[in-house]
């Protein structure tokens, strides 16, 4: 019993493709792009052929995924017929293992070098301050406003008062 069901496989001569459309049972949420290109490759024996990924769909309440390919003989002809971010995003993914190793092994390295457990409760003791300051400091300008409007009021009612006398 295979994991790819075909539901529907065309040769497409106006567009000098092959559409194939099929569901993977049982990989919903699990399923890559690339992944999938692998297995549809293998599955149809297309070798040597571009295996272009062009939807992928998870159904509702059901652990299937729907995906449709196209299959090209030149790179050439697919590049003309599809969008340019297909392949921006078909590169991205074939790049993104190789970063993500990168990625891991590097912080990895700094930890080992850098105890940085040391640096994390005096920043965390500045943005305490810097808070605590923050909430103070616009508490003291609403009041100031109020006794700096009250006492000019008050010196220019005081005084012509005292000049009357």
Do not use: W
């Amino acid at each position: 019993m295979s994991m790819i069901e075909v539901s529907h496989d065309m040769k497409n001569s106006l567009l000098s493709r092959r559409e194939i459309t099929c569901t993977f049972r049982g990989l919903s949420g699990r399923l890559k792009k690339l992944e999938a290109v692998d297995m549809i490759t293998k599955q149809f024996n297309l070798e040597g052929k571009i295996v272009i990924p062009v939807l992928l769909k998870n159904q509702t309440g059901i652990p299937t995924v729907s995906g449709t390919f196209y299959v090209y003989d030149d790179e050439n002809l697919a590049k003309q017929h599809l969008k340019a971010a297909i392949f921006k995003r078909l590169e991205k993914a074939k790049a993104g293992p190789a970063k993500d190793k990168e990625v891991k092994e590097a912080p990895a390295e700094k930890k080992e070098s850098k105890p940085k457990e040391a640096d994390k409760p005096e920043v965390k003791e500045t943005k305490q301050k810097e808070d605590t300051k923050a909430k103070q400091a616009p508490v003291e300008k609403t009041e100031k406003k109020p006794k700096e409007e009250g006492k000019p009021a008050d010196s220019k009612e005081s005084e012509p008062k005292e000049e009357g006398k």
